[in-house]
């Protein structure tokens, strides 16, 4: 029996009784991800062009929560996104597996979309939603699918942002390079050997596949970035409390 566990509420991973990161907390840490400076910005500017009776509203309040809330804005957006794409996710297990389910409106387009890409492209589930872990490198993390299509074996993530980047080489990368992954009795498995990562973008508009093109490379930069990661809180501690001036003199 396995002793990893996930805390769906905290989103934390415990092995063999001790706190062990995640994949993306890591590459959080250990990543710079300028673009989410330009998106925050984008999103405040967005809302005050946008709403400008809600802007009003605001400035009634004062000029310290008016801030406040403004500042808010981009986390607000970011938590609706999570909520969709947890919500795409859930779907998108279902019906890979051929299970009945009940879609919303709101993401009736997301599902065709990803039903006609199943079909087009002959899509085989082999594993879906699976904890994996590493005892040698010390991480954690849960992969969207693997599945065989086309011939071969793809190590797969759904994203549903607005784009895909290809830092999320070294998310799938990761998955692939763990040691086990958590069966249905809780048994650790060897994780399948894959010919072929990618990310799957599912949106309103359609369905696409992005294929990874090193999978070898995306795995060493993983580890430079899970080593910048896990150096944060040594670099951190370098600063020491200031000197003193020596105490002058007095004059005789």
Known sequence: MTTLKFSEKAHRYWLDGKPIPGVTTLINKGLPKPQLTYWSAKCVAEFVIDKPDQVEALRAMGRGPAVAALKNVPWQERDE?????????????????????????????????YVRWLD???????????????????????FDAIVRMRGETWLLDWKTSRAVYGSTALQVAAYAGAEFYVDDDGEEQPVPEVDRIGVVHVTDAGTRLHPFRDREAAW????????????????????????EAPAQESAA
């Open 81 to 113: 996104a999570a909520v969709r794409g947890t919500a795409v996710h859930a779907l998108a297990e279902d019906v890979i597996h051929g299970r009945e389910v009940d879609v919303p409106d709101h993401l009736l387009a997301h599902v065709e979309g």
């Open 120 to 142: 087009a492209f002959g899509v085989e589930p082999v594993l879906t939603e699976r904890q994996v872990a590493s005892r040698t490198y010390w991480y954690a993390g849960t």
């Open 220 to 243: 060493k930069d993983w580890r430079h970035v899970q080593w910048v990661a896990n150096s944060v809180p040594r670099i951190e501690a370098q600063l020491e409390d200031a000197l």
